[in-house]
């Protein structure tokens, strides 16, 4: 890019990033992206370092039944464990309010001479880039990994092969009100100089 596009994009795309804020998947309504507009957050969340070009990260989409059938999963999965018929139904309500769900897998192979840990941190990236192309389409996401990202049951019946973790469940949609700015961290107790 010339640098003078650059300079004309470069204040808007700061702006951008300074204004991002999640908003939780429950507070969250349609409408969602559209298909175009989905493709494109995918797109921009493979575009992330990845030392080596593994691509050490995949996609799962859960919009429309989708979202039912991964609601339906998290449900048996909770009665199996005894879990009370309030709990089941407070989590079919929080995995069906986003209009679009991703699941974003880490793949990171060992034996090979690219670190475990620098493709874990591409799969992170990839959650970050996508919250960022949602917040730029005017959307709102939130990144979760609660217990069912860590559940063997839940991995088994969305498809996970061995060694593959989830990296986040990106939710995405429409705030049902307007986002509260939460504390920041006040930067000269998080910044050194060496």
């Known amino acids: 890019m010339e640098p003078e596009i650059l300079n ?3 204040p808007t795309v700061l702006d951008l990033l300074l204004s ?17 507009q989905l493709a494109d957050i995918l797109r921009a969340g493979a575009r992330v370092p990845d030392h080596g070009k593994l691509f050490p990260w995949r996609f799962v ?12 999963i998290l449900v048996e999965t909770l009665s199996q464990e005894d879990a009370s018929p309030s709990l089941c139904e407070e989590w079919r309500a ?14 990171a192979r060992e034996s090979i001479k690219i670190p475990v840990w620098e493709q874990e941190l591409s799969a992170g990236a990839v959650c970050q880039n996508m919250l960022i192309a949602v917040h730029a389409m005017g959307f709102v996401g939130n990144w979760l990994t609660e217990w ?15 060694g593959e973790r989830f990296a986040g469940f990106i939710y995405m949609g429409t705030p049902k009100e307007e986002l509260q700015e939460r504390p920041r961290p006040e930067m000269d107790k998080i910044v050194s100089r060496f």
């Open 20 to 36: 991002r804020r999640s908003c939780a998947a429950r507070a969250m309504t349609g409408p969602g992206p559209s298909k175009t």
């Open 94 to 107: 929080r995995a069906t309010a986003a209009p679009v769900i991703v699941a974003v897998i880490s793949a």
């Open 148 to 162: 069912y990202a860590y559940h063997p049951a839940v991995k088994q019946k969305i498809g996970l092969k061995p």
């Open 61 to 72: 989409v859960f919009e429309g039944e989708a979202r039912m059938r991964f609601a339906d």
């Open 8 to 10: 004309r994009i470069g």
